[in-house]
């Protein structure tokens, strides 16, 4: 039920073998710097990780959700906040193009978008709008003489690649009850970065405060109920983010593990680690079925949305338990920036906070299951 096309397993070969050559060795350094690489977004194009979700006909990979998920949860392996990155760019930003845009839009934009060209960002979070989207204040007005073209004003914070981006899909308001997209370039008089945004973990991704002062944004035809239906796709990208992070930290627990020796034994010897170790392999498979099965039913094109959500959830949850579990087994060291569970343990965080927190996901199940 959830195999790939050969084709795919061969893509997800090579992006396994990418992680391995250009992702995982610079991952402290990322961090270090709080910055990618500059020509990280030219890598990514050339593999095909910023085209996973267009279709070939329009230059893209043309990938089934499965394949997407998958690549997030290899990348997530090497460096959570890129595979972060790339979730979000390929479901919101290219998805977005691709689906709302329009026919002048995506001959303008598409080609550099999945390139690495014309760096992405979406633009939904504010001050005071993060779990409750629909209390975005940014307002768009529409310019006299100019179809399709609006003012946008307003602030935005915590948006992803914010502080890189040279696009970034922007929800905004354009009535007391009527929500939409635009399409906003930054390299335009009246958009101000305010404030880099350090955080704890994902600490590489330059997430930002802007503001918008009579910002040029170039409308797409959608609702905000469309706009947001993205989000669907895009929390099954970050679950697979957190389950690539439990993989890897429950990697290096058993390793450790059975190197280290207490009391003339070795750690895995011991049942209280047995214990730990049985645990998150058993939530690290629950995880992944939970993924699999949501990807299967997009490509199938069921409703997805208590899927997403179970495997958001649980996938997130999992994360921060097992990377707990893995500083834990590696004791001591386990808390030093030696060791790369600590770092794992710090980027797990986000995954029960962005693409719509735990509670947020629990209130969409009970509202799927109670309707």
């Known amino acids: 039920m959830f195999e790939l ?9 090579q992006i396994r073998l990418f992680v391995a050559a250009e992702v995982l060795p610079k991952t402290r350094e990322w961090e270090q710097n709080t910055a990618f690489s500059s ?6 194009g050339k593999v ?3 085209s996973m979700t267009l279709c070939k006909e329009k230059g893209g990979g043309g990938r089934s959700c499965m394949a997407y998920v998958e690549a997030c949860r290899e990348l997530a392996k090497g460096d959570p906040a890129l595979s972060m990155n790339v979730a979000a760019i390929n479901a ?20 550099g978008m999945v390139k690495g060209d014309i760096k992405l960002a979406w633009g939904l979070t504010e001050p005071d709008a993060g779990s409750d989207a629909r209390r975005v204040k940014t307002r768009a007005n529409k310019i006299e003489g100019r179809d399709g073209y609006y003012h946008l004003n307003g602030e935005k914070m915590f948006i992803t ?10 929800v905004a ?25 350090h955080t704890v973990g994902v600490s590489a991704s330059n997430t930002v405060r802007f503001s918008l002062t009579d910002v040029v944004g170039w409308h797409t035809p959608c609702s905000f109920e469309q706009a947001i239906g993205l989000l669907y796709r895009g929390r099954l990208g970050i679950a697979g983010m957190a389950v690539g992070i439990a993989e ?22 011991m049942q209280s680690v047995q214990n730990m170790i049985a645990d998150s392999d058993m939530e690290i498979e629950a995880s992944r079925l939970l993924l699999h099965k949501g990807a299967w039913l997009f490509d199938q094109g069921k409703d997805v949305v208590k899927a997403s959500s179970f495997a958001k959830l649980y996938a997130s949850e999992t994360a921060n338990r097992v990377t707990n579990r893995a500083i834990q087994i590696h004791g001591g060291r386990g808390m030093t920036r030696d060791y790369l569970v600590e770092k794992l343990w710090r980027d797990a965080k986000l995954t029960e906070i ?6 947020i996901q629990r209130l969409v199940i009970s509202k799927q299951v109670l309707k």
């Open 248 to 269: 890897k930290a429950h990697e290096l627990a058993v390793e450790y593990s059975k190197q280290r020796e207490q009391f003339n034994r070795r750690l895995c010897d």
């Open 48 to 50: 095909g990780l910023l």
């Open 39 to 44: 020509d990280i977004w030219g890598e990514l």
């Open 173 to 197: 308001r354009t009535g007391d009850t009527e929500l939409s997209a635009f399409l906003v370039e930054t390299d335009q008089p009246g958009f101000k970065i305010e404030e880099r945004i």
């Open 354 to 359: 962005g693409e719509g927190c735990s509670e």
């Open 5 to 13: 096309s050969p084709e795919e397993k061969a893509f997800l070969d």
């Open 161 to 170: 690649n914010g502080g890189n981006a040279d696009l970034i899909i922007m």
């Open 92 to 111: 919101l930003c290219v998805g977005h193009v691709d689906t709302f845009g329009t026919p002048e839009q995506q001959a303008k934009y598409l080609a």
